[in-house]
């Protein structure tokens, strides 16, 4: 017998609301078919992972995972820890050649889950080419977390070092590109014109809303997100700033403090 039934419902009806909305939004964005529809049903059910917040990127036809879904999927099961350092013996600055080892714990004092990431010019997109070593040290959180939480699904991140592989190039190319968020030439209006009336109607951080923004979407920065996921960004921003404005600043202020380390 359930010890909580009460919230072993509520647990369901939101689980049920996710499935909906992420089945919702796949379509819209990718126009997913039976076969995709069902892998998204069984990572949703599993993992509780979000389309909205970009925890899932659909690339020729596959689902990936992102970091962002990992780091909060890895917080709302209770991760006890990620350490994270660089293998010197491996790494050549001068060449922008990384590698970096994860060490991801569960629960405290346990015996950690183990990744490898590396990153040089020959292995990441010319999009992000000078930051080899952020790569390298994500490539390397996403392994370990996925051996973690028995994720099979690659992260999107990991694209760039299948080694000549055209495919995973343009996919990773695809995944970060800058969209036409600006462009009005479709009578679309200018999201980043409705984002900056918004931040002035509710006297809010423009450098934390970008913040914000950019977690909640999954991307470094908010134009290296998809139109939509701005587009439903903006939407929650504005529900949130409505409802009680008082805690959205709150919520702002927490991206200005300095993040933890956890040893």
Known sequence: MLKNPTRAVRSCKGLDSLLRLNAKLARRQWGINASQKSALKALTTEFRLSVSLGDLKLLEGNWYVTNSGL?????????????????????????????????VHKIRKSKPFVGYGDADPTNVSSVVRGAEMRMAETRAVNRALRKAYGIGLCSIEELGAINGSSLASRS???????????????????LKDKLCLLIRQHNLDS??????????????????????????????????AREDRERLVCKLNSFSRPAEVVS
């Open 71 to 103: 780091l909060r999927l890895a917080r709302r099961i209770g991760c006890a820890g990620i350490v994270v350092q660089p293998v010197p013996e491996f790494c050549d600055p001068a060449q922008g050649r990384w590698v970096f080892r994860a060490n």
């Open 172 to 190: 990773y190319e695809t995944s970060v590109r800058v969209p036409p968020h600006n462009g009005s030439g479709n009578g679309q209006p200018r």
């Open 207 to 240: 450098n934390l809303v970008k913040s914000y923004a950019a977690e909640f979407c999954g991307t470094e920065t908010l134009r290296g997100a998809s139109r939509e996921l701005v587009e439903t960004f903006i939407t929650k921003l504005e529900q949130e």
